[in-house]
């Protein structure tokens, strides 16, 4: 079981950035997923990142503005969003993986509540 709190989102101006967290406690050896749902819309893959930090995965819309990093000594994972458009608007979820490290929200088996990050133009 793992129990997992997101921080750090919040109003920008386009052209910002922000430091999304993750926070988990309980067993923390997962595999580490940030996705994003905007009103009215599905949950979306945004980045992901294994267990050891070694592999990292980034969706097309955001790759080169967005980076996952992990601390596994602070049982954290980040996600640094720079250069935000009101695109990138939306909740963010930090979701965990015991088995594997990718795309697909059905693998992933816990979720945060959530935090909203809005970019506004």
């Known amino acids: 079981q793992v129990q997992l709190v997101e921080s750090g989102g919040g109003l920008v101006q386009a052209g910002g950035s922000l430091r999304l967290s993750c926070a988990a406690s309980?067993?923390?050896?997962?595999?580490m997923g940030w996705f994003r749902q905007a009103p009215g819309k599905e949950r979306v893959f945004v980045a992901a990142?294994?267990?050891?930090?070694?592999?990292?995965y980034v969706a097309d819309s955001v790759k080169g503005r967005f980076r996952i990093s992990r601390d596994n000594a602070k049982n954290t994972v980040y996600l640094q969003m720079n250069s935000l458009k009101p695109e990138d608007t939306a909740v963010y979820y930090c979701?965990?993986?015991?088995?594997?490290?990718?795309?697909?929200?059905?693998?992933?088996?816990?979720w945060g509540q959530g935090t909203q990050v809005t970019v506004s133009s």
């Open positions: 309980g067993r923390t050896s997962y595999h």
């Open positions: 990142i294994s267990w050891s930090g070694g592999s990292t």
């Open positions: 979701a965990a993986d015991r088995s594997s490290v990718g795309p697909l929200k059905y693998d992933y088996d816990y």
